[in-house]
């Protein structure tokens, strides 16, 4: 049977093929659209700090699905939850996204239950009705949990001392790095702390040995494409470059830049 993008997706995952994605704040669905026609291989939606609601996940789904099917190749959805939690979980996958990746996963027994709660049973507690999913995927249930990502976030103190646990336990498809978060764990006194860098530079080696010794890819954000490049040629099997708020401010100030030159 021939694979759906978002299946194929996936698999490209779990082959750790080297993918590079684009981080979304802002609840603007006309943005998501435009933004899915670069031919980025996945947009992700951020529920946890982003300024987006379920009706937001929803319609920027919607928009990933319109525009990712007219750039230079697909490009598919996926959600960053608020939490480790079946109704977020639930509501991020019924609204149509190829996986999600689950925030301060701290031990093994959180990145289980993160599996449970992306998975319908017997592997899980997903409940079932999937709405905009059962458009866009086979209604074969045992095939949607197959092709379901889950990736678990490595941020916290705890989680890096259980990463390899964590790496371990069978349905996580992914480690994902929360590298401002993570610098905080390992010391800094916020997320640009020059003092923390070695620190957290040891962390991310480990993390990617965790991953990468469980047959796991390892993710990351990464502020532009070219530390995208960098950390892609660490190692990291995919990158997200963050972000459309971030960006839009900066691309605006060099415009006002450029005109007030001939001022």
């Not at 998501?32 to 789904?61: F, N, P, S, T």
């Not at 599996?115 to 999937?130: D, H, I, Q």
């Not at 923390?196 to 990351?220: E, M, Q, S, Y």
Request: proline share 5%.
């Amino acid at each position: 049977m021939e694979r759906t993008p978002i299946e194929d997706f996936v698999r490209r995952v779990r082959e750790r093929e080297q993918l590079v994605g684009y981080w979304l704040l802002a609840d603007s669905p006309v943005m998501a659209e435009r933004l899915a026609r670069v031919g980025y291989d996945y947009l992700c939606l951020d529920q946890q700090h982003g300024l987006m609601g379920y009706q937001g996940i929803r319609d920027g789904l919607m928009a990933i699905d319109a525009g990712g099917t007219l750039g230079p190749r697909p490009t598919v959805g996926l959600v960053r939850t608020a939490a480790n939690d079946l109704h977020c979980i639930g509501q991020a996958l019924d609204g149509g996204a190829a996986g999600v990746i689950v925030p301060m996963i701290d031990d093994a027994e959180a990145a289980r239950q993160a599996v449970r709660n992306s998975k319908y049973p017997p592997l899980g507690r997903r409940s079932y009705g999937p709405m905009r999913a059962e458009l866009r995927r086979n209604g074969d249930l045992a095939r949607v949990n197959d092709t379901t990502l889950v990736a678990v976030m490595i941020e916290t103190a705890s989680g890096l001392e259980h990463v390899e646990e964590i790496a371990a336990v069978p349905g996580v498809d992914a480690l994902y790095v929360g590298p401002y978060d993570l610098t905080v764990a390992v010391g800094g006194g916020d997320p640009d702390d020059p003092s923390a860098t070695a620190a957290r530079d040891a962390a991310l080696d480990r993390i990617l040995r965790a991953g990468h010794g469980a047959g796991k890819a390892v993710g990351i954000h990464a502020d532009d494409g070219d530390s995208a490049a960098e950390r892609l040629a660490l190692g990291f099997d995919f990158i997200s470059i963050e972000g459309d708020l971030v960006h839009l401010e900066q691309i605006a100030q060099v415009h006002l830049a450029n005109a007030r030159v001939r001022l």
